[in-house]
């Protein structure tokens, strides 16, 4: 046979075969290929990116889809005619409800959006402070150490580094991811590590001493900080106020959209314009929920050394 299954396929075996294999070596790698989570994206991307992010997909979406429905959105909104004048007078158009509806929708979005910012920026100030007292009484700490006997000295030195590296470079991403049940076993182990290498070395007189009664009280202050620290981590709360928002932002979207048409090109100006905005608000509003990340989120070199 001129053309058998051999002749027209054998040929293509190998081909096939380093195909799947290179397709294996692909699926592979894309495994093991580290991956990103939202907060390390926040994290690592700059805002005025993510923004436009945002407002991109928002926009695009939304004209889309107004774009693809106008004509119903058009037909939805034609209100019943009289036909003779003795006939009764139509049921109210969808147009007498509208306004109501968009004004209820607009005002439980605003209200909520108000709400989230004034909490989160409640927030945003406390951790703030918190971490500014705690990096203080750390500067003070080490201070107070290096006029100890060499011996406490270089012992209390090396428990306050070994805190301060813990809070760097364990609790630190943990606050940036929100973690609050990691972060609380952490902060607890670390605290605790921090008090027992101290109290190792703190000698029997102590009480007696003005600079080691100055150091564990700043050591004290310390812990305390740190709890303060912890909690302005964002609540569960937080997410649910965000959640609710971006559904009262689409729902106002939404209501705009189809109960308040006009001509295809103005609406879809309009309506882009004010996606653009919502997308905005929103974006804000998940920036400053978490005082750790995102604009003007707090930085862990705060926590070094000076």
Avoid: C
Avoid at 41 to 58: D, E, G, H, M
Avoid at 78 to 90: F, I, Q, R, S
Avoid at 133 to 161: H, I, K, N
């Amino acid at each position: 046979m001129p053309h058998s299954w051999r002749t027209r396929y054998g040929g293509h075996g190998g081909r096939a075969r380093g195909t799947r294999g290179a397709g294996l070596a692909e699926a592979e790698t894309f495994k093991n290929t580290p991956r990103v989570s939202f907060s390390e994206f926040t994290y690592s991307v700059p805002a005025w990116i993510r923004l436009l992010l945002v407002i991109a997909v928002s926009v695009v979406v939304v004209v889309a889809l107004i774009g693809r429905f106008h004509r119903h959105i058009l037909a939805i909104n034609t209100a019943p005619v009289k036909v003779n004048d003795d006939d009764p007078d139509p049921p109210p158009g969808i147009k007498d409800i509208a306004g109501r509806f968009i004004a209820l929708a607009t005002f439980a979005f605003v209200f909520l959006l108000g709400f989230g910012f004034s909490q989160f920026w409640s927030t945003a100030k406390d951790a703030r402070d918190a971490v500014q007292s705690e990096a203080t009484d750390f500067q003070r700490a080490v201070a107070l150490a290096q006029d100890l006997p060499q011996e406490q000295s270089s012992a209390v030195g090396a428990a306050l580094d070994a805190y301060q590296a813990r809070i760097v470079e364990i609790e630190w991403p943990l606050m940036v991811s929100a973690d609050s049940v990691k972060l609380v076993q952490e902060r607890y182990t670390s605290g605790e590590a921090l008090l027992t290498a101290i109290r190792e070395v703190r000698p029997s007189d102590a009480s007696s001493d003005p600079l080691w009664v100055n150091l564990d009280s700043m050591v004290s202050n310390l812990v305390d900080d740190a709890v303060d620290r912890t909690n302005a981590l964002p609540s569960p709360m937080a997410v649910s106020i965000i959640a609710i928002v971006i559904v009262l932002g689409i729902v106002n979207l939404l209501a705009i959209a189809i109960l308040q048409p006009a001509s295809r090109g103005t609406h879809l100006v309009v309506v882009a314009a004010m996606t653009a905005l919502t997308a905005f608000l929103v974006f804000a509003l998940v920036e400053i929920s978490n005082p750790y990340n995102g604009v003007g989120g707090i930085i862990s070199s705060l926590m070094t050394r000076s």
